[in-house]
């Protein structure tokens, strides 16, 4: 969790191309902050926990449904779009045939929690499709999770490339430098997720990967918090960025990031 959240206050900033393309600037000022990518991912992991790894597919999908209107509902403010805002508010909420990034920014949880690719994928399918119904939206979410599972479990960074670009379709040919001049502010999965895959696969370490995932402008939250994501995963991350993100998010969010740390790695996070 500690990297979805990281790359979403370190990208939040940039969002609608705020700064430069560069991958050259500092990495918490006073405008960072967590949005809806944070909220949505504590949402998720705290549902995913609630259930147990062994849950039937439907019982995940009421919970993380449940969980995602009571975390909305408790951050109104955060940055969701208009129509995952209408969702938050129904009585009886359902999928509405999204393909947006923001299966794919929510679904961390998924990559760190279970045992086999193949039930990362189930997870990580029935968190996305009750909003992002869309094949394209279950699909970056399924990317982003099989990812992170792979990295968790030593995969190297050309293997994690392979299995992306057969299972999911995507073209992770391109390089940053061939990406950033044309990219714009977009939000299908289709267009964020394999960008957010390349910025991690450049990446040396996870706060350069998160640094990629900014320079590319557009929505630099959403992309940063799927790299960051994978990176974590894949690098490992420092002691000091973690507690930046202790640091500049609020207790009801340190409450899940710390029993997901118990869940995952088996120690208590430090507190604030």
């Excluded at 045992?115 to 499709?129: D, F, I, Q």
């Excluded at 030593?154 to 299972?167: S, T, V, Y």
């Excluded at 044309?182 to 996870?206: D, K, M, R, W």
Aim: aromatic residues 10%.
């Amino acid at each position: 969790m500690f990297g979805a959240i990281l790359g979403d206050i370190i990208g939040s900033p940039f969002e609608f191309d705020r700064g430069d393309k560069t991958k050259h600037f500092e990495l918490f000022s006073d405008g960072c902050g967590f949005t809806d990518d944070t909220v949505m991912t504590a949402a998720v992991a705290e549902a995913l926990l609630a259930v147990g790894n062994n849950a039937e597919v439907e019982v995940i999908k009421g919970e993380v449904c449940r969980k995602m209107q009571e975390w909305g509902r408790k951050y109104p403010d955060a940055g969701y779009g208009e129509h995952f805002l209408d969702w938050l508010y129904e009585e009886n909420p359902k999928p509405y045939g999204s393909y947006g990034n923001g299966s794919a920014m929510r679904v961390s949880a998924a990559g760190w929690l279970y045992a086999s690719l193949e039930r990362t994928r189930e997870v990580s399918a029935a968190a996305a499709a009750v909003t992002h119904n869309h094949q394209e939206g279950i699909k970056g979410a399924e990317a982003v999770a099989s990812c992170i599972y792979l990295a968790r479990n030593g995969m190297g960074k050309e293997e994690i490339k392979k299995f992306a670009a057969r299972e999911f379709s995507y073209n992770l040919s391109r390089t940053l430098e061939q990406i950033r001049p044309a990219y714009y502010h977009v939000e299908s999965c289709q267009e964020t997720v394999p960008e957010a895959i390349i910025a991690f696969l450049e990446g040396v370490n996870f706060e350069d990967a998160v640094r990629n995932a900014v320079s590319l402008g557009g929505d630099t939250d959403t992309l940063a918090a799927i790299t960051g994501s994978i990176a974590e995963a894949f690098f490992g991350i420092p002691e000091h960025l973690k507690q930046e993100c202790r640091n500049r998010i609020d207790h009801n969010l340190r409450q899940v990031l710390e029993a997901f740390e118990v869940k995952v790695h088996g120690r208590k996070e430090k507190s604030e």
